[in-house]
């Protein structure tokens, strides 16, 4: 089991609307108490190609729209622009986490750059990480077909009742940006490089599992999407690379110190043990020690190290899904300490105990709080400058931080396939009887108003995400429509009515004779109906005007007479 210092577990309490609204709460911020961490959360949509940047009072200080959906995560670099994990038009599986794409888009949408590692046998999935040097180390994908697994000591059995059989392997590969659409590949630790099996003693990788654990075993788990590794994380100071495994219930810690080559073998590296596994924590029963009852992992996502001069800074964070829990399901947020030594030398090594097994790390901090808290996939936590902790219940698209006993914050992702919701509509799942919602996110960040990815931006806030229904007819319209200002000619101010037959994204702007842009009258998402908007010329010529209307797939453009 993991091992306490000082068993510390967190119950939520009830959150209290921070604003009040006529209409019934149902997306949105539902807490902004006294206490949350200053700053500007990140919140990536699973279901909708969009991104949003949002303060404390959930209003939208910078929005992108994206031409695919999410691969798994976003995050804001340090120059301002988003990294990105997005789904590729080629992307061949329909596993969870598909992607095959990365992008880097400024803040203004405008995409920097873009790469996509997508063929018939391997795809980009899941999660990105940018390194300090300006590479990225991203999770793949790869095929293997049945001759290379009976090579590897699979066994066949396992292929017996399979119609069609398909193997997914992974990779870590680092990537380094060397033009508009192109990276080259600097780094990669192939998993398949490290596997040991006690089945077929004719294979050179024959062994026993439970004396190689640093080696993975190529017939535990099950076939298919074998290990799904759907979190990484890098931690500078060490070297070194945290893996979640989640179809394993682990998490493994590999050597990013050593070269491609040594990557591949057992020697070599600041730890010398070349691409190995130097440790792994969670399910030791897939290296063939223990049974259900050592399980202390069901499922986890997102690995992540707290930054060195936060809070508990050098330890990992874990989240533990708790799906297929023995006793109950429900979700758990670690903050652990990892057991390893130094030598008189200056040798790192991980710790082990005396049957085998790799020591488990000591618990310093987690939350549960079975009943309320509870997400089957994605997910994620974040430690924030304050001490608080930032967590995401990824099925539900609820964010909340955690303060000692307590949440001081709490929001809830307001878009869905279609687009945000209008506040007070149920949120609908993502089929018929299923737990997971369309407002689900993969993972959420906040970043402190000094973030340098802020530094020189207009964090004007411009209103909620979700939609406050503004339509004048009680029936909505079947048809895009644009109408003539009214009154027209006008001095100084004039009234713009359009009406739109389903909620979508609308720009409206004024532009001069001379096609200068003039005013925005409004950016932003509208519920189906007829909307109003006013233009003040106060301040402006005699003339001739334009207004154009842009959706998603419409455009209008009509004229007005400012008259003095």
Same mark, same amino acid.
């Given at each position: 089991?993991?091992?306490?210092?000082?068993?510390?577990?967190?119950?939520?309490?009830?959150?209290?609307?921070?604003?009040?609204?006529?209409?019934?709460? &149902?997306?949105?911020?539902?807490?902004?108490?006294?206490?949350?961490?200053?700053?500007?959360?990140?919140?990536?949509?699973?279901?909708?190609?969009?991104?949003?940047?949002?303060?404390?009072?959930?209003?939208? +200080?910078?929005?992108?729209?994206?031409?695919?959906?999410?691969?798994?995560?976003?995050?804001?670099?340090?120059?301002?622009?988003?990294?990105?994990?997005?789904? !590729?038009?080629?992307?061949?599986?329909?596993?969870?986490?598909?992607?095959?794409?990365?992008?880097? $888009?400024?803040?203004?949408?405008?995409?920097?750059?873009?790469?996509?590692?997508?063929?018939?046998?391997? &795809?980009?999935?899941?999660?990105?990480?940018?390194?300090?040097?300006?590479?990225?180390?991203?999770?793949?994908?790869?095929?293997?077909?049945?001759?290379?697994?009976?090579?590897?000591?699979?066994?066949?059995?396992?292929?017996?009742?399979?119609?069609?059989?398909?193997?997914?392997?992974?990779?870590?590969?680092?990537?380094?940006?060397?033009?508009?659409?192109?990276?080259?590949?600097?780094?990669?630790?192939? !998993?398949?490089?490290?596997?040991?099996?006690?089945?077929?003693?004719?294979?050179?990788?024959?062994?026993?599992?439970?004396?190689?654990?640093?080696?993975?075993?190529?017939?535990?788990?099950?076939?298919?999407?074998?290990?799904? $590794?759907?979190?990484?994380?890098?931690?500078?100071?060490?070297?070194?690379?945290?893996?979640? +495994?989640?179809?394993?219930?682990?998490?493994?810690?590999?050597?990013?110190?050593?070269?491609?080559?040594?990557?591949?073998?057992?020697?070599?590296?600041?730890?010398?043990?070349?691409?190995?596994?130097?440790?792994?924590?969670?399910?030791?029963?897939?290296?063939? $020690?223990?049974?259900?009852?050592?399980?202390?992992?069901?499922?986890?996502?997102?690995?992540?190290?707290?930054?060195?001069?936060?809070?508990?800074?050098?330890?990992?964070?874990?989240?533990?899904?708790?799906?297929?829990?023995?006793?109950?399901?429900?979700?758990?947020?670690?903050?652990?300490?990892?057991?390893?030594?130094?030598?008189?030398?200056?040798?790192?090594?991980?710790?082990?105990?005396?049957?085998?097994?790799?020591?488990?790390?000591?618990?310093?901090?987690?939350?549960?709080?079975?009943?309320?808290?509870?997400?089957?996939?994605?997910?994620?936590?974040?430690?924030?400058?304050?001490?608080?902790?930032?967590? !995401?219940?990824?099925?539900?698209?609820?964010?909340?931080?955690?303060?000692?006993?307590?949440?001081?914050?709490?929001? +809830?992702?307001?878009?869905?396939?279609?687009?945000?919701?209008?506040?007070?509509?149920?949120?609908?799942?993502?089929?018929?009887?299923?737990?997971?919602?369309?407002?689900?996110?993969?993972?959420?960040?906040?970043?402190?108003?000094?973030?340098?990815?802020?530094?020189?931006?207009?964090? &004007?806030?411009?209103?909620?995400?979700?939609?406050?229904?503004?339509?004048?007819?009680?029936?909505?319209?079947?048809?895009?429509?644009?109408?003539?200002?009214?009154?027209?000619?006008?001095?100084?101010?004039? &009234?713009?009515?359009?009406?739109?037959?389903?909620?979508?994204?609308?720009?409206?702007?004024?532009?001069?004779?001379?096609?200068?842009?003039?005013?925005?009258?409004?950016?932003?998402?509208?519920?189906?109906?007829?909307?109003?908007?006013?233009?003040?010329?106060?301040?402006?010529?005699?003339?001739?005007?334009?207004?154009?209307?842009?959706?998603?797939?419409?455009? !209008?453009?009509?004229?007005?007479?400012?008259?003095?």
């Amino acid at each position: 089991m993991l091992t306490r210092t000082a068993p510390i577990i967190i119950t939520a309490v009830v959150a209290v609307p921070a604003v009040c609204l006529c209409q019934e709460r &149902t997306v949105g911020l539902f807490l902004n108490d006294e206490g949350a961490s200053p700053g500007y959360t990140l919140i990536a949509p699973h279901q909708h190609p969009s991104t949003y940047l949002v303060d404390l009072e959930g209003m939208v +200080v910078n929005q992108w729209m994206h031409e695919f959906n999410i691969g798994s995560t976003t995050q804001l670099l340090q120059n301002g622009n988003l990294l990105r994990a997005s789904r !590729a038009p080629n992307s061949w599986t329909t596993g969870g986490g598909r992607g095959g794409r990365i992008e880097e $888009i400024a803040w203004d949408g405008e995409i920097v750059w873009q790469f996509d590692h997508v063929s018939d046998q391997y &795809t980009l999935h899941h999660d990105v990480v940018a390194m300090p040097g300006g590479t990225i180390l991203a999770t793949v994908w790869e095929r293997r077909d049945e001759a290379a697994l009976l090579a590897a000591g699979y066994n066949p059995a396992n292929l017996a009742d399979a119609e069609v059989f398909e193997f997914w392997t992974e990779k870590i590969i680092e990537f380094k940006p060397v033009s508009t659409d192109r990276a080259e590949i600097v780094w990669q630790w192939d !998993a398949w490089d490290h596997l040991v099996q006690n089945f077929d003693e004719s294979k050179a990788n024959f062994g026993n599992p439970s004396r190689k654990p640093d080696r993975i075993d190529i017939n535990s788990g099950d076939g298919g999407d074998w290990l799904h $590794i759907n979190g990484i994380d890098y931690d500078e100071e060490l070297d070194i690379i945290a893996l979640s +495994v989640s179809f394993f219930s682990e998490v493994w810690i590999i050597d990013h110190s050593t070269t491609v080559e040594e990557a591949k073998g057992s020697r070599g590296g600041n730890f010398n043990q070349g691409g190995d596994l130097l440790y792994r924590f969670g399910n030791p029963a897939m290296y063939g $020690i223990g049974g259900p009852e050592s399980q202390t992992l069901f499922f986890n996502h997102s690995p992540l190290w707290i930054d060195a001069g936060l809070p508990g800074g050098g330890h990992l964070t874990v989240f533990d899904n708790g799906r297929d829990r023995p006793d109950m399901q429900y979700s758990t947020v670690y903050e652990l300490r990892l057991p390893y030594t130094e030598d008189y030398d200056g040798q790192v090594y991980f710790n082990i105990n005396v049957d085998g097994t790799f020591a488990e790390p000591e618990i310093v901090w987690s939350y549960t709080n079975p009943g309320t808290f509870y997400s089957n996939f994605i997910s994620g936590q974040q430690r924030l400058p304050n001490g608080n902790t930032l967590i !995401a219940e990824g099925m539900t698209g609820r964010i909340f931080e955690i303060m000692d006993d307590r949440k001081v914050w709490e929001y +809830v992702n307001p878009v869905v396939r279609t687009g945000p919701l209008e506040q007070g509509t149920p949120i609908p799942p993502f089929s018929q009887g299923n737990e997971r919602l369309q407002t689900a996110v993969y993972r959420s960040y906040r970043y402190a108003p000094d973030y340098p990815g802020l530094r020189d931006k207009d964090l &004007t806030p411009m209103g909620t995400i979700e939609l406050v229904s503004s339509a004048v007819d009680k029936d909505l319209p079947s048809q895009w429509v644009l109408e003539q200002n009214y009154p027209n000619p006008f001095n100084p101010s004039t &009234t713009i009515r359009f009406s739109v037959p389903e909620a979508t994204p609308v720009l409206l702007t004024v532009f001069n004779l001379l096609g200068q842009h003039v005013a925005t009258l409004y950016d932003g998402w509208k519920t189906a109906g007829t909307h109003s908007l006013a233009f003040d010329a106060t301040g402006k010529g005699s003339g001739v005007y334009t207004y154009r209307l842009q959706t998603g797939s419409h455009s !209008a453009t009509r004229s007005m007479l400012l008259s003095r």
